[in-house]
């Protein structure tokens, strides 16, 4: 165990290191392979006149330098920031793999014209990578995390209850988890608005439920998706690995895909995140029999 966290930290560290460090040096064909293959993070999201995309790339290597060195210093305790920065890698690649196939499907000759061979399956093999590295990462941290129980002894029975996470981190979640959808999901509209198959589509769409009804429809489905996957796999979302919770049923068990549905959708309902000011369970927790709980270090207690 001891092994892996070593690895792991030396990795998140020198690939953090070199990212920053390679900014500054000279470029050729080979370095930039590497660069490619090795930055975890190359978004294109922007805020015009505000932030650059390259700024986003440098704040987000810098936290994953600054979580490495927590990492190390805590002898593996403090993972919070690596989770979430996993997590983020883990979804961006995700949606850029999905983002290199739709051009493949619906538009293939378009796509290869504009684009080397070469430099497509690097681009294919470097979100490979990063999606199943960011995977096993997260799966390993989950290994090491457990729901947090307070015991306490009524005339001789023990009975255990869990720590639910506070109004504020409920809020938190929301802003953290929506930035992040917007900032991952912002390069794949880029990619639909320019297959013409699509865009027809859309168009279709919008002349039966009307313009604002599509884009709902859009951002709830990558809603659906973002929640579903990180709820069913790893009972959590990538703000809820900063606060150290998770999502668990009212018998502090994994969530059933029907009630991941039924959580999420819930979510649409207007003012879901006024349900929070004076609760620590929101709308779309009662709903779906839920609650987002607190979470423990293995190692602390074992």
């Not at 040096?25 to 390259?54: A, C, G, M, N, T």
């Not at 704040?59 to 060195?69: A, E, T």
């Not at 313009?211 to 709820?231: H, M, N, Q, W």
């Not at 309902?269 to 349900?275: E, G, M, W």
């Amino acid at each position: 165990m001891q092994k892996i966290k070593s690895k792991l930290t030396i990795f998140i560290i020198v690939t953090s290191l070199f990212t920053l460090v390679a900014q500054f040096l000279p470029r050729f064909s080979l370095f930039d392979w590497l660069y490619l293959l090795l930055s975890p993070f190359s978004f294109s999201f922007k805020i015009p006149q505000v932030i650059s995309y390259e700024a986003f790339n440098l704040i987000f290597r810098l936290l994953f330098l600054i979580s490495g060195i927590l990492y190390y210093t805590s002898k593996g305790k403090q993972c919070s920031l690596a989770r979430f920065l996993f997590s983020v890698i883990l979804i961006d690649r995700a949606v850029r793999i999905l983002k290199f196939l739709l051009p493949i499907i619906f538009s293939f000759s378009d796509f290869m014209a504009r684009r080397d061979f070469s430099d497509i399956l690097l681009s294919l093999i470097a979100n490979v990578f990063w999606a199943y590295l960011s995977f096993r990462v997260l799966s390993f941290f989950n290994t090491q995390k457990k729901i947090h129980l307070i015991i306490e002894d009524y005339g001789g029975d023990l009975v255990n209850y869990v720590v639910e996470a506070k109004n504020w981190q409920r809020v938190f979640h929301l802003i953290i988890d929506s930035i992040i959808m917007l900032i991952v999901f912002y390069p794949l509209l880029e990619t639909i608005a320019r297959i013409k198959f699509l865009v027809l589509l859309l168009d279709k769409i919008s002349l039966v439920i009307g313009d604002k009804a599509l884009v709902i429809l859009i951002f709830a489905s990558f809603k659906l998706i973002f929640y579903s996957f990180f709820e069913k796999i790893f009972q959590s979302s990538p703000a809820k690995f900063i606060t150290g919770t998770r999502v668990v049923n009212k018998s502090a068990e994994m969530l059933k895909f029907k009630t991941i549905m039924i959580r999420t959708l819930s979510r649409f309902v207007p003012f879901d995140i006024l349900s929070f000011i004076f609760a620590n369970t929101g709308w779309h927790d009662q709903w779906s029999d839920t609650l987002v709980v607190k979470e423990e270090n293995i190692a602390i207690q074992e």
